[in-house]
């Protein structure tokens, strides 16, 4: 750490609390990675929580001269979230929204991610209008900083053209807020030499007749090279010219502080097509005629080595397949209207359109969301199709240029001969061709001198490329950072760029404000810092380091996210193998591995969620279960696998004595006693507040001549798991979900059948999250047995009552560890498709949360969940949390992780919420605890506002004898 660091940091520590300055080499390189190819790691990371603590910074930093670098979500590409300095994380603490105007605007603090803004806005019918392929990870701070656009946005919904107001801290800590007018009047006074500063550069643009015409020709692009100095020539009034240009100003300006937003309509139809040209020439043709007709909200051109790259996908039209031409491409094309009757005019019209284009061939547009789903899937999978096959070691670098659309046929074709050139041969070309917008993608090893030095004979002939040959965008919407920002004189001209230099110095005279971005005095800023990739485990090596996986980690803000795990494995791995380690390399080692124990693999839930979000498939948890090794008790675990009943029985028992400690010392004492137990014995597992009482016994199954008798000839086996034999569905206790399950198969006709020896079963689930592999192997050769015998050899369907038992087995039996004649249905797609058809709907929540547990997720039932949800309730609300953390036992042994990962549920629940709903025992004792609210099995709640339909009422519907016969389709 440099003096002038150590001295900042020393005066800091007077204002923020230890926790939250980092700066062991564990965190500080954790923290310091972004998605971009470049690795800087910064000496102190500070996570900010106030304005009044960014200012403090601020000041700090001046007097210190020290540069400071803010981020919030870390999905940046081109190196502009990264600092070996000061690093400043504003994501946390950082996330009210604000509704505003019925929807028409949206108050936004930078920590907000991208899609939790629309998820506010639906109701509403609106989105706000950036759309990034990032926007489930990406931060409001970012998105605007960056100027982000996507897919649908173009240039006419990016941050810049819906602006409302915006909140800014300048670097001299100033607060400037446009949506209050004593902020502004007190700003136009304290600043106005700030103010005449940026009139005057405004006046010298146009007093320049070729810089004025080359920014009103850029910016007829998308662009987001350097900074938007169309604010110049947009506004006359200097204020409004302030914050324009912080949009797009990578933080090198100040600090956007908040944001609102004038919002764009959300349109609820779409349909979607796939449509192929012989010759690029063609398409692009077709790309200008589509933008004159106005019609298409977005239009996305795919060159022929992209359909080649993901032709091992299935889900495409048959044209897609096979041997295309050499100069092929494909279009897909989205159409978008409020109504279904506005829909198929807007197709229609399209279709035509494109059918006059003579495409070699046209899926014709598609609505169902299941198949436009698929063909936007495929185009995203474009960048993880080259990233998953990159060679160890290699980097994924993606990059975005604009050209002019009338010449996008001839960009595509001079990139492609780069490529060719430069012997990218693994490289694709694709992008939102109605803006002239690519993107390309490569895997450069910037693990010599001759690969650093082709990589960078290769950008110096793209940018001679782009901006000069055919004056368009080297940086269309992903930002200048340290990538391109040697390059910005070359793309604006001596001109553009010395003004682009006065607008930095104005701003941030002392040059502390993320230093070499957009702005650099080094030539080869972009050739420092290269990110290398290096080895790490099978796993993980095709990891690129995006953090898409972040948000869906509850360990994230605890301990590590499943990037961050990955980056440190690789730097461990990588230190490892050096044949002849500094003595600072030994060290870095040693505190490395101490700490990765604990932060990378202790506390990481290993439910795999993360791989839902990466775009390459990682699943991190796996890792970590690998690297945590074969259980240490296997013979404990056998023994308790052989006596499953007798230790059910038993922690019945236990729970019987936490409700009496209970009623005797209280809840709060009793608590406090487990904690205390649990620090000095660890294996005494801790129990959450809202654990419940011991489970009844469970109910008799009814006889065939009773079943008989009221009609329930359908057979259905029902496993119940071992933790719902433990726990009971009521807080209280005394009862079990089994008489629920009961009740509702009662009411659809349906008789249950228990497995026998039922008590000793288990699906193996809590032996396999301790890699006891022994006893979850026999705990699933023994409920396979019996499932086998109830269903008579897979004749009967096998009810499966709680999410991630039901997952584990289903799992097992593609993996070939379950007989394939089971039928085997988790609960809630056996009571969406079986169950629900059959009963009336007597009642209704006014409001009921909703929580997807993993397994859920994983196996493709949110939907059913939700709706069987829907059927109860009148409004439901589903907060954005992939894993709540409970994870199986950890949530008795980690019960940190469990907080920390359902820590922002009380604020995402509405007032007056009546309860909620999920299908894992475990993660609603979690909820429960958390949120304050009773977290319901669905199986209690669809028991509680349903009754059976009348006879009339089935036969007339028609199921009367669908029911056997669906269930003999199951079989």
Known sequence: MTPSIQAFLADLSRHLPAQRLLTDPLRTLAYGTDASFYRLVPQVVVLARSEA??????????????????????????????????????????????????GLRIRLQPGVIGQHANDTLRPYGRKIGPDPASIATARIGGMAANNSSGMCCGTAQNSYHTLSDLRVMLADGTVLDTSEPDSVAAFRTSHAGLLDGLQALSQRVHDNADLLARIRHKYRLKNTTGYGINALVDFDDPLDMLVHLMIGSEGTLGFIAGITYDTVPDLAHKASALVLFDTL?????????????????????????????????????????????????????????????????????????????????????????????TYWALRKGL???????????????????????????????????????????????????????????????????????????????????????????LKAEHGTGRNVAPYVALEWGDDGYALMRDIKRLFDPAGLLNPDVIISAQSDIHLRHL????????????????????????????????????????????????????????????????????????????????????????????????????????????????????????????????????????????????????????????????????????????????????????EVVYFVSC???????????????????????????????????????????????????????????????????????????VYLDNAPCSLRLIEAQKAGQLDARLKLFDATRFLAERVLPRLKVIKQLARLAVHVPCATAKAGQRGDLLALARACAIELHVPDIACCGFAGSKG???????????????????????????????????????????????????????????????????????????LQEAR
């Open 53 to 102: 603590e960014v200012a403090t910074l601020l000041l700090l930093a001046h007097v210190h001269r020290v540069p400071m670098t803010l981020r919030a979500a870390g999905t940046s590409l081109s190196g502009q979230a990264v600092s070996d300095s000061v690093l400043v994380l504003v994501n946390e603490g950082w996330t009210k929204q604000e509704v505003l105007d019925e």
């Open 531 to 714: 990110k290398r990739l290096p080895a790490a485990d099978p796993i993980v090596d095709t990891c690129i380091e995006c953090g898409f996986c972040e948000p869906a980690c509850p360990s994230n803000g605890l301990s590590l996210t499943p990037r961050q795990r990955i980056v440190l494995w690789r730097r461990i791995q990588q230190l490892r193998r050096e044949p002849t380690p500094s003595s600072q390399e030994v060290q870095l080692l040693a505190e490395l591995e101490a700490e990765y124990g604990w932060a990378g693999i202790d506390t990481c839930a290993a439910t795999g969620m993360c791989a839902t979000r990466c775009p390459v498939g990682i699943n991190t948890g796996a890792l970590m279960k690998q690297l945590k090794g074969p259980s240490e008790h296997e013979a404990t675990a056998d023994r308790i696998e052989r006596h499953m009943g007798a230790v059910i029985g038993t922690a019945r028992t236990g729970l019987g004595a936490l409700q009496l400690a209970q009623r005797m010392i209280g809840s709060r004492s009793t608590h406090r006693l487990n904690e205390m137990a649990h620090k000095v014995i660890p294996v005494v597992p801790v129990v959450p507040a809202a654990t419940p009482g011991p489970a009844a016994a469970l109910p008799s199954l009814p006889t065939r001549a009773a079943a008989t008798a009221v009609g329930q000839l359908n």
């Open 892 to 966: 008795f042994t980690v019960p940190a992780l469990n907080a920390n990962g359902l820590r922002h549920l009380r604020e995402a629940l509405p007032q007056g919420c009546d309860g909620g709903v999920s299908t894992s025992r475990t993660c609603q004792i979690g909820l429960s605890t958390h949120s304050g609210l009773h977290y319901a099995s669905i199986e209690a709640l669809l028991d509680d506002c349903t009754v059976a339909r009348s006879p009339h009422a089935i036969r007339r519907a028609g199921l009367a004898e669908a029911a056997p016969s669906n």
């Open 281 to 373: 020439d063609a398409c692009c043709r077709a790309v200008t005629a589509l933008k004159a007709q106005g019609r298409v909200a977005a239009v996305e051109l795919v060159d022929r080595r992209s359909i080649a790259a993901v032709q091992g996908k299935p889900g495409m039209p048959d044209f897609m397949y096979g041997v295309l031409p050499g100069d092929a491409a494909a279009l897909l094309i989205e159409v978008q209207a409020g109504d279904a009757a506005q829909l198929r005019e807007h197709a229609d019209a399209v279709d035509a359109l494109v059918r006059s284009c003579e495409p070699a061939a046209h899926s014709g547009f598609a609505a169902d969301p299941k198949v436009c789903d």
């Open 723 to 797: 933790v719902n034999r433990c726990f009971a569905e009521s807080p209280q206790g005394g009862d079990n979900l089994a008489q629920h399950t009961f009740s509702l198969f009662a009411k659809a006709g349906l008789t249950p059948v228990y497995p026998p020896n039922l008590s000793s079963l288990c699906c193996g689930q809590p032996f396999d999250s301790v890699n006891a592999s022994g006893a979850a192997d026999s705990a699933l050769q023994r409920t396979n047995a019996a499932l086998l015998q109830a269903s008579r050899d897979g004749a009967l369907p």
């Open 383 to 473: 960048f993880p199709a080259v990233g998953a096959v990159r060679p160890v070691g290699s980097t994924c670098v993606i990059e975005d240029v604009a050209f002019p659309v009338e010449r996008l046929a001839e960009g595509v074709r001079g990139l492609t001969e780069l490529f060719d050139r430069f012997h990218y041969d693994e490289a694709l070309v694709f992008g939102h061709a109605l803006d002239g917008n690519l993107h390309f993608v490569f895997t450069p090893a910037f693990d010599s001198d001759a690969e650093v030095r082709r990589y960078s004979d290769f950008m110096d002939a793209v940018s001679q490329l782009v901006a000069v040959d055919f004056g368009g965008s």
